[in-house]
Structure formats: C-alpha cells, structure tokens
C-alpha cells in the first residue's frame, strides 16, 4: 500500500514537473515574438514594450517633442523659446482652415526616440490626388488645361533629417499616393536611431496645388503623416526586423 502511494506521488511530482516545463517554454516562445514595436497616427497611437517614439509638429500644432503642447501665453515666460509657442494664428492647422490655391502652409513633422533602446523607425507620408487643373506660377495653364490626377500638396526633404525615401515609386491608397521613409542619418543605408536621439522635421511646410478648374471632394484629406518603430536590438538587418514587426500583424 506505501509503496503504490509513493509511486503515485512520484508521478504526480513528475506532471508538476513537465507542467511548469511546458509553462516555460511557452513563456519562452512568448519573449521571441514579443518584439517592442511602436505605431503612430494622428487618429491611433499604439505603443508595445518599452520602446517609445514620438511623432511631433511644433508649427503645426504647437506640440514639443515630450508630447505637451505650446501655447502663446508660454511666450511671455522667460524660460519660453520663439520656438516653443506661437500665436495660435501662425500655427499650420489654423491657417489650414482658410486654404487657397498655391497657399503654403507650415507643416513640420520630427520625432523623438524617448524610449532607452535603439530602433528602427520609418514614416510615411500619405498625400492626397484629385482630377484637377493647375497652373503654373505665372498662370500658364499646365498640361493644355486639362485636367489631369494631381498631388494635391507637394513639399520638400528636409535634407538634415537624416531620413531617405524608400522607393522612388509611390504606393497608391484610394485617392492618395504614400510614400515611404527610413532613417539612415545622411547615408544610403537604413541604420536604427539612438535612444534619445531627435530626428529633425522630414519637412518644413507644404504647398496646396494651385488649382484653377476641376472638382475636390468634400472628403478630400489633408497630407498625413505618421510612422512606425521597432527595436533594432536582437535583428540582423532591418529587413529582418521588418519582417517580424510584419509578423505580429502590426499595421
């Protein structure tokens, strides 16, 4: 009787065995496809892990690069830089509401890697098209006065913000064209950015196009911008590390 007891107890001090054995391994499987990822947009912010970058526009909408927002009243406080607050009037989204033809409008994308650990970032810039016509800033009538599918904001690379464009080719959306951007600080090659490290505005201002004839929907957007991050820690390349923030069904 004894001895078929601790037969019994020796098997069930086996299952305990094999049981927290399975939990481990699980909990191990877990880690590997845990990597730390993070996703930005101006409608959706989602965040895993510990990495934590900041998409950020100052003459946009007043925001600085620790996610609080500048108002003018900051500017009559000493420590307050011209930099850091503008009158509500001079921002990119104030003036966006009373758009014209050919108006430029101050637009400012940057980011902040707040986060302790290295990773790669991306962004992408998604701008809206539309049968338009256009004219030149002479008022030539471009393509014969046709109209013809148009960006409907145009902007330029802002060179100091070590950003390259991935491909030469846009990817078309609906009604807009995205391109996409990574960072490799003034190389050719996609590197991670450094834990603490601010990426300068990918652009300093945007142009409507001058339109002079066709139609604009009313649900046409404006140019949108946001990006994603994954840390670089663990990856051989940063197609591999793509790859796996691909894998987890990241958007």
Not at 35 to 56: H, I, P, Q
Not at 232 to 246: D, K
């Amino acid at each position: 009787m004894n001895e078929n007891m601790e037969k019994k107890q020796k098997w069930k001090n086996k299952l305990k065995v094999m049981a927290a054995t399975a939990l481990i391994v699980m909990l191990s499987l877990g880690g590997t496809l845990a990597y730390m990822t993070d996703y930005e947009a101006a409608e959706n912010r989602f965040t895993v892990g510990s990495v934590d970058f900041n998409l950020y526009e100052r003459n946009w909408d007043g925001e600085r690069p620790d996610g609080t927002y500048a108002t003018s009243s900051d500017a009559s406080s000493s420590n307050a830089s011209s930099s850091d607050a503008s009158p509500s009037d001079a921002l990119g989204i104030e003036q966006a509401r009373h758009m014209y033809a050919g108006m430029e409008i101050p637009k400012d994308p940057a980011i902040k890697n707040n986060s302790k650990n290295d990773a790669y970032v991306r962004m992408t810039v998604k701008v809206p098209v539309a049968e338009i016509v256009t004219a030149a800033e002479d008022g030539t009538l471009n393509a014969g006065g046709q109209a013809v599918e148009t960006q409907l904001f145009t902007y330029q690379l802002n060179p100091e913000s070590g950003m390259r464009r991935l491909s030469g080719t846009p990817v078309r959306e609906g009604d807009c064209y995205v391109y996409e951007y990574i960072y490799t600080g003034g190389g050719w090659d996609e590197i991670p950015v450094p834990a603490g490290h601010d990426i300068p505005p990918l652009f300093h201002t945007v142009t409507f196009a001058n339109i002079v004839g066709g139609e604009l929907s009313e649900s046409t957007e404006f140019i949108h911008v946001d990006f994603k991050a994954i840390q670089s820690g663990g990856f051989a390349s940063p197609e591999e590390a793509w790859a796996a923030y691909e894998n987890q069904g990241q958007p």
